[in-house]
Each structure stands twice: as structure tokens, then as C-alpha cells.
């Protein structure tokens, strides 16, 4: 019975973990527009801020006097930050194959970008080299995983065998 709930965990973590080099790459391609889109704000506000003779903090200091404008300061503050974490993920993504992915869930951090892969994600079945050893390390780490809670469980009602 341990064996074959074992088992089953090892086969629920290999479909789970099978599916990640996808998910992966399809939140890389959306992190890639994310990136886009914000490098394109930067631009445009460092360009407004350069044609008013400003460099970037003179601009964003200047955006202050009243609640609107205190407001938007944040929100480019927000965003210029934002634009930076994206890139440096999105740089350390793109470089990492699907495999070493798996141990960079740190730079999964774009809450609006997992948000928006997740909802559109439809699960397959993995027909490439990664997608197999990403299954095959699922396996074994539910497998471990359903062993290891069996055996916390279990451990304490065995009998013991008495010393001879």
C-alpha cells in the first residue's frame, strides 16, 4: 500500500513538474512584452525629461506640488523599478534552459505576468527531452515527498522489535 501511494505521488509530481518547461517559456514570452512595454515608458519619460532639461530624478522630484502629482511620482517611481526587476529577470530567464529554470522560482516574481500566464495555460503532454527529465524529476520528488509524509505518519505506531 506505501508503495503504491508512493507511486502515485511520484506520477501526480512527474504530470505537475512535466508541465513547467512549457509554463516557463510561456511566461518568458510574456515577461519579453512585459519588458517591452515598460522599456518604452522608461524611454518616453527619460526623453520628456531630457527635452525639458531635466536628467531622471529632477524629473521625478519635479513631480510634486499636489496629490495628482505626488501620485503620478509614485506610479513612474513604481514602474522605472518595475522595468528594472522585469529586465534582470527576464535577462537571467532567457539565459537558463527550461531545465534550469526549475531552480530559479525566485525570478517567477512578476505577480501581473504568472497571473496572466496562468490563466491562459493549458497543460500538455511533454513531448520534448525537457519535458521528460522535468517528469522524471517530478516522479521522484513525489515519490520522496509521499515516502517521506507516509513514513512521519507511520513511524510512530509501528511495534518495535524487542532487543535479543
Given amino acids: 500500500m ?4 508512493g507511486f502515485a505521488g511520484g506520477i501526480a509530481g512527474a504530470v505537475a513538474l512535466s508541465q513547467f518547461p512549457e509554463f516557463s517559456q510561456q511566461y518568458l514570452q510574456r515577461l519579453a512584452g512585459q519588458a517591452d512595454v515598460l522599456q518604452d515608458i522608461e524611454f518616453d519619460f527619460d526623453t520628456a525629461a531630457a527635452t ?7 524629473a521625478l522630484a519635479d513631480l510634486s506640488g499636489t496629490q495628482f502629482r505626488e501620485e503620478h511620482q509614485q506610479d513612474m517611481r513604481s514602474t522605472l523599478i518595475r522595468a528594472e526587476r522585469v529586465q534582470a529577470d527576464l535577462d537571467l530567464l532567457r539565459a537558463a534552459s527550461p531545465l534550469e529554470r526549475i531552480a530559479l522560482p525566485h525570478r517567477f516574481r512578476d505577480y501581473e505576468t504568472i497571473s496572466a500566464t496562468w490563466s491562459d495555460f493549458r497543460p500538455g503532454v511533454p513531448v520534448t527531452s525537457d519535458g521528460f527529465i522535468a517528469a522524471l524529476v517530478g516522479f521522484l520528488a513525489g515519490y520522496g515527498v509521499i515516502k517521506l509524509l507516509l513514513w512521519i505518519v507511520i513511524t ?6 524487542p532487543a535479543r
Fill in 2 to 5: 506505501i508503495r503504491l501511494l
Fill in 52 to 58: 525639458a532639461g531635466l536628467t531622471r530624478e529632477a
Fill in 156 to 161: 510512530p505506531f509501528r511495534r518495535r522489535t
